[in-house]
């Protein structure tokens, strides 16, 4: 959250809140890389900006963009825990404006606003307080260094493991609904759809070629999936760098080792393509998760606290 208003603030005649349009990408690009330089956000790189756009993309009814006159000047996308308010439009009244707007966006799909709020940054927790926000929860950002030592995957043999690129999937409400599974009684519940995954595939920034699926020997249709993980590569200061971005595990196979074994191929897969550091993110309240990866020689690096606005 970079938006701080309050009794110095100057409300702007014509401000105004709308749904996002693809058309606005470039202008929400421009508002997230200028946020980026002015509050040094920990953990947030400008190579992520281009997959974010992408998932609002993917889900355009779930943003909302602020506006001053015909001019984006802010945006509030609750799917990423994030609002932002260009820099150089802020204390205008635009930050409030976006809370109302996506506030009712989550209500209506029956969930509350969650924001992440910078601790750093006093005017976006005064601002969070005073609109009613308040702490719920921290995911945390992993690390391993490149000279950690972690062993190679080993699955059992009742298993079968195969990397596949999602967009050659013909039954994608088969995807979907595994998807679903393997994050079921997760801390912060996902909400995949079908059209959104298609979305996701069609947007140019998406990458198909890290998707690991794990499956009962048996078969390897959709529904006799069992686990999977996702990695991703990026460039940031000239230096590669990867990230496991996904790990999950339908809960009839869980306890099974699979996920310490997912990790560790998405270890040797990043690993296998030159990358140096390796980052994961994680739910503070996930136990196993974070005890799986402390394990495996991750350190926490940065806390990214979340704020909730509840419903009533």
Do not use: K
């Not at 969930?111 to 601002?127: E, I, K, M, R």
């Not at 995949?192 to 595939?201: I, Q």
């Not at 999950?248 to 270890?267: F, I, K, Q, S, Y």
């Amino acid at each position: 959250m970079s938006a701080r208003s309050g009794a110095g603030s100057r409300p702007v005649s014509g401000g105004s809140v709308r749904a996002f349009v693809p058309a606005d990408e470039g202008a929400i690009g421009r508002i997230m890389s200028d946020s980026l330089a002015v509050d040094r956000l920990p953990g947030f790189r400008e190579s992520e900006i281009p997959r974010s756009l992408g998932r609002m993309a993917a889900e355009p009814a779930r943003t909302v963009v602020a506006l001053e006159g015909e001019a984006v000047v802010g945006f509030c996308a609750p799917f990423l825990d994030d609002l932002r308010v260009h820099p150089d439009h802020r204390g205008r009244g635009h930050g409030g404006r976006l809370v109302a707007a996506a506030a009712e966006v989550e209500r209506a799909r029956g969930d509350d606003l969650t924001l992440y709020v910078p601790s750093h940054l006093d005017g976006s927790v005064a601002f969070a307080e005073r609109h009613g926000f308040r702490y719920h929860s921290s995911q945390w950002q992993f690390v391993l260094a490149p000279g950690t030592v972690v062993p190679g995957p080993s699955f059992a043999a009742e298993v079968v493991a195969t990397a596949i690129d999602p967009r050659d999937i013909e039954d994608l409400d088969g995807w979907v609904a595994f998807l679903l599974e393997s994050f079921e009684g997760h801390p912060s519940p996902m909400r995949w759809t079908t059209e959104g995954m298609r979305r996701v595939h069609a947007s140019a920034s998406f990458d198909g070629t890290g998707v690991l699926v794990v499956a009962e020997r048996a078969g390897a249709a959709p529904e006799s999936f069992v686990a999977f993980a996702r990695v991703e590569t990026y460039v940031e200061d000239g230096v590669l760098a990867g990230e496991i971005g996904l790990i999950g595990v339908v809960p009839a196979w869980r306890r099974r080792g699979l996920g310490r074994e997912l990790l560790r191929w998405g270890v040797a897969e990043l690993r296998g393509r030159g990358v140096g550091p390796i980052e994961l993110t994680v739910e503070a309240a996930n136990d196993a998760a974070t005890r799986l990866y402390r394990d495996a020689g991750f350190e926490p690096a940065v806390e990214w606290p979340h704020w909730v606005l509840p419903r009533g």
